[in-house]
């Protein structure tokens, strides 16, 4: 599976973590994120990540900024993205579940790096329930 990762410098540690894990079971990841500590802005790296999830270029994606907030909100902008800022691995498995989300959002600054490893772990194997979920997803949509 290919899986497109993002985050500022609140995320560098957080991303090489789940990049090893992501390649570790296999997958393919392209990375847009940052590798330092230094001051960015976190949409110039939530875009990358929603545009190859949007295009199909990548299956899911994975953001990280210090609340997971702001760039959640950059990745949300992109239509048929469903950004779920999850803090732990319940929301994760509830964002895939009933709201087929297709990027994760992570909170550096409120959840522990092996905490982060676990979300995404539950975020990629847990499948859409669809039903009636599936209605109230395809009402998200403004287009």
């Given at each position: 599976?290919?899986?497109?990762?993002?985050?500022?410098?609140?995320g560098p540690d957080y991303k090489k973590a789940i990049v090893d894990y992501l390649e570790a079971k296999g997958h393919?990841?392209?990375?847009?994120?940052?590798d330092t500590l230094d001051s960015v802005d976190y949409p110039d790296f939530g875009h990358p990540v929603a545009v190859d999830?949007?295009?199909?270029?990548?299956?899911?994606?994975?953001v990280i900024c210090?609340?997971?907030?702001?760039?959640?909100?950059?990745?949300?902008?992109?239509?048929?993205?469903?950004?779920?800022?999850?803090?732990?691995?319940?929301?994760?498995a509830l964002a895939r579940q009933h709201n087929d989300a297709n990027i994760v959002s992570i909170p550096a600054r409120f959840t522990s790096i092996q905490q982060a490893v676990e979300i995404v772990e539950t975020f990629l194997n847990t499948d859409f329930e669809g039903g009636r979920h599936a209605n109230r997803v395809n009402k998200i949509s403004c287009s």
């Open positions: 599976m290919k899986i497109s990762i993002g985050n500022d410098h609140a393919q990841v392209i990375n847009h994120g940052t999830v949007e295009s199909g270029k990548a299956q899911f994606g994975i210090g609340s997971g907030n702001g760039i959640a909100m950059t990745a949300n902008k992109h239509q048929g993205i469903r950004c779920a800022l999850s803090w732990t691995k319940e929301i994760s």
